[in-house]
Nanobody
């Protein structure tokens, strides 16, 4: 079982940068692929980025490709989301998630564990 805690959210101006962190519990962190999702008011949860167990391969939604970078340091049980060139439409609650059934997944229903989320607000 994995427990996830996000941090690093906050208020940032458009064009700025922010780095989110997700700290995981347990000794089995490296067995899980990790993902970031986000949800804005009135919208469904959407996929942002994912990374395989070893960190060798990453995947991104088209809307963030080239601006966001997902990474992980298994020795620290931590996954990161570096966000740059932020836009107001990036405003959402960002969630960290873990799954062990696939190399990676962009479907929220495939993930086994979720953090409580961290708010990111991008102002113009």
């Amino acid at each position: 079982q994995v427990q996830l805690v996000e941090s690093g959210g906050g208020l940032v101006q458009a064009g700025g940068s922010l780095r989110l962190s997700c700290a995981a519990s347990g000794r089995t962190f490296s067995n899980y692929a990790m993902g970031w999702f986000r949800q804005a008011p009135g919208k469904e949860r959407e996929f942002v980025a994912a990374i395989t167990q070893s960190g060798g391969t990453t995947y991104y939604a088209d809307s963030v490709k080239g601006r966001f970078t997902i990474s992980r340091v298994n020795a620290k049980n931590t996954v990161y989301l570096q966000m740059s060139t932020l836009k107001p439409e990036d405003t959402a609650v960002y969630y960290c998630a873990a799954e062990r059934s696939y190399l990676y997944s962009s479907r929220s229903s495939d993930y086994d564990y979720w953090g409580q989320g961290t708010q990111v607000t991008v102002s113009s």
